[in-house]
């Protein structure tokens, strides 16, 4: 399979903190994306970055990429309650970039 | 508004039913996946069409089928449910864009197989 890994797997943390989480993946990438789902939900897309880039900002995200490592990490400053979802990554394959593959996802918990 | 609707968003089925989860889009883009949603196992890809009648095997095909007739539409079939089918399912469409390439989500199918 070539499903990344996020970690953690789960976060809880209070308003007005940073929250950081990472992503694994196993093959080459064309891109790799930011999805967030809020409980029972459908995903929402919240950021790409190329392969051939190494770091991209909006708004209050904050994506790296480290090809050589085949990580990424989202970085949420200034963390609100309604940001309280699962954050999932996404890869899509420099083969065949038309498909995309998830990891198993970051449950972001923060508290008023 | 762009939008991918799925059918239904509970639906509740006995073994050995066959059932048909349909998702439909109208931002005329050719790429469709059907995604299997399990705790703790993130999104599996089931199958992916990236033009009508084509269709690629993702990670977790077995017991699934799907059908393109039309660009808009993608349908999941389970041939003959069983429990382990138990599952939320999300469709999704993106267009062939190497460079701002996104998936756009319906809201999901929660199937309970009994």
């Known amino acids: 399979s070539q499903q990344g890994e996020e970690d953690p797997q789960a976060l809880s943390i209070q308003e007005g903190e940073n929250a950081t989480m990472n992503c694994s993946y196993k093959?080459?990438?064309?891109?790799l994306q930011w999805y967030r789902q809020n409980s029972g939900r459908g995903l929402v897309h919240l950021i790409l970055?190329?392969?051939?880039?190494r770091e991209k900002h909006s708004g209050r995200l904050r994506v790296t990429l480290d090809t050589s490592k085949k990580s990424s990490s989202l970085l949420i400053t200034a963390s609100r309650a309604a940001d309280t979802a699962s954050y999932f990554c996404?890869?899509?394959?420099?083969?065949?970039?038309?498909?995309?593959?998830f990891g198993s996802g970051t449950k972001l918990n923060v508290k008023p | 508004d762009v939008k991918v609707t799925q059918s239904s968003r509970y639906l509740v089925k006995r073994t050995g039913e066959k059932v048909f989860l349909e998702c439909v889009q109208d931002?005329?883009?050719?790429?469709m996946f059907w995604y299997r949603q399990d705790p703790g196992l993130g999104l599996r890809l089931i199958y992916f069409?990236?033009?009508?009648?084509?269709?690629e095997k993702g990670d977790i095909p077995e017991g699934y089928s799907v059908s393109r007739e039309k660009k808009e539409r993608f349908s999941l079939i389970l041939e003959s449910a069983s429990t382990n089918q138990t599952s939320m399912y999300l469709c999704?469409?993106?267009?062939?864009?190497?460079?701002?390439?996104?998936?756009?989500f319906g809201q999901g199918t929660r199937l309970t197989v009994v």
């Open positions: 996404a890869t899509s394959d420099l083969y065949n970039f038309n498909k995309f593959y």
């Open positions: 093959t080459s990438i064309n891109n």
């Open positions: 970055i190329r392969s051939n880039e």
């Open positions: 931002m005329d883009h050719e790429n």
């Open positions: 069409s990236y033009d009508v009648k084509m269709k």
């Open positions: 999704a469409s993106s267009p062939p864009d190497r460079d701002h390439t996104e998936a756009f």
